[in-house]
T-cell receptor, first 111, second 115 residues
Framework: DTAVSQTPKYLVTQMGNDKSIKCEQN?????MYWYKQDSKKFLKIMFS???????INETVPNRFSPKSPDKAHLNLHINSLELGDSAVYFC??????????FGQGTRLTVV | AQSVTQLDSHVSVSEGTPVLLRCNYS??????LFWYVQHPNKGLQLLLK??????LVKGINGFEAEFKKSETSFHLTKPSAHMSDAAEYFC?????????????FGTGTRLKVLA
């Protein structure tokens, strides 16, 4: 069983479209995250949720809207996609600051 | 705020020779530190973690790291590189408290292993 799974793995879409990425973890962790990896491989936190509550929002444009229906799921919806949104998006989960477990990533390409 | 600095963006070693990937951290208290590896087009895999127990931490695939408070360093080593070790390596520090933790990544070191 995959600990943190996200779908889709690849997403190619046109500018202006709206898209969603889904994430699920089966580790029973309380905290989930979205990270963005840019073309230079740098990873930066976007959001964190703890028990469905938004905890961290790192100055992400409001076109990005995370949603956590329960503590095992954290989805990311992006409106009006722009070229600069092209990146790899990683979902992760952790418990009490121990190591984070990452999904396989979603490579988003905006054309 | 805490931070980590990876001192080398690229490291090349020959197969069978030692690997040293350098990481310095900035923290006002005893941090939790991690090393992750990312193979091309793959996700992030935990190699090892330091959480204020033994200062020499052993990880998977023969990697280890030593926490040195006096030098604020957490360098990653492996005695003998293998071709399969070629990947991007990230030093990470966690910051926060109950429910508010986040993981701060270094800029990464790309390890190349030469045959």
């Amino acid at each position: 069983d995959t600990a943190v799974s996200q779908t889709p793995k690849y997403l190619v879409t046109q500018m202006g479209n709206d898209k969603s990425i889904k994430c699920e973890q089966n580790l029973g962790h309380d905290t989930m995250y979205w990270y963005k990896q840019d073309s230079k491989k740098f990873l930066k936190i976007m959001f964190s949720y703890n028990n469905k509550e938004l905890i961290i929002n790192e100055t992400v444009p409001n076109r990005f809207s995370p949603k956590s229906p329960d503590k095992a799921h954290l989805n990311l919806h992006i409106n009006s996609l722009e070229l600069g949104d092209s990146a790899v998006y990683f979902c992760a989960s952790s418990q009490a600051g121990s190591e984070a477990f990452f999904g396989q990533g979603t490579r988003l390409t905006v054309v | 705020a805490q931070s980590v600095t990876q001192l080398d963006s690229h490291v090349s070693v020959s197969e069978g020779t030692p690997v040293l990937l350098r990481c310095n951290y900035s923290s006002s208290y005893s941090p939790s530190l991690f090393w992750y590896v990312q193979h091309p087009n793959k996700g992030l895999q935990l190699l090892l973690k330091y959480t204020s127990a033994a200062t020499l931490v052993k990880g998977i695939n023969g990697f280890e790291a030593e926490f040195k408070k006096s030098e604020t360093s957490f360098h990653l080593t492996k005695p003998s590189a293998h071709m399969s070790d070629a990947a991007e390596y990230f030093c990470v520090v966690s910051e926060g408290s109950s429910g508010t933790y986040k993981y701060i990544f270094g800029t990464g070191t790309r390890l190349k292993v030469l045959a």
